[in-house]
């Protein structure tokens, strides 16, 4: 059964790494180092920094009135889907590597 899990590895890393690139340095309205900021949750200013962390670690809290904020501070519709869309890939990259690394120990 290992065997088969290394290809299976190596067949999704180009497509994992399509999604990076797409997601956190393609076009788009908000400038690439932000939305890479917005996966990672290093250095961004408020109200990003709250909505973004709120995004990684409590998507299900996510409502209404986080959008209308951002709003209110200035932020256009595609501005706010394009950095939910980078803090969410953001997180669901970190869970994906730590249980490759995971993995990886085990071996």
């Known amino acids: 059964m290992r065997g088969k899990e290394e290809p299976t590895a190596a067949k999704y890393s180009r497509l994992i790494s399509d999604l990076r690139v797409a997601v956190l340095e393609g076009p788009g309205q908000v400038d690439p180092a ?3 900021s917005a996966a990672t949750g290093e250095a961004l200013s408020e109200p990003w920094l709250s909505y973004t962390a709120k995004v990684r670690d409590e998507s299900w809290g996510v409502t ?3 959008m209308e904020n951002l709003k209110a501070a ?3 519709e595609d501005e706010i889907f ?4 980078a803090a969410a ?3 669901s990259l970190y869970a994906l590597d730590a249980g ?3 993995l990886h120990a085990a071996d």
Do not use: P, W, Y
């Open 34 to 36: 932000t939305r890479q």
């Open 64 to 66: 209404d009135s986080d």
């Open 74 to 76: 200035g932020h256009n």
């Open 82 to 85: 394009e950095m939910t869309v």
């Open 89 to 91: 890939v953001g997180a």
């Open 100 to 102: 490759l690394r995971t």
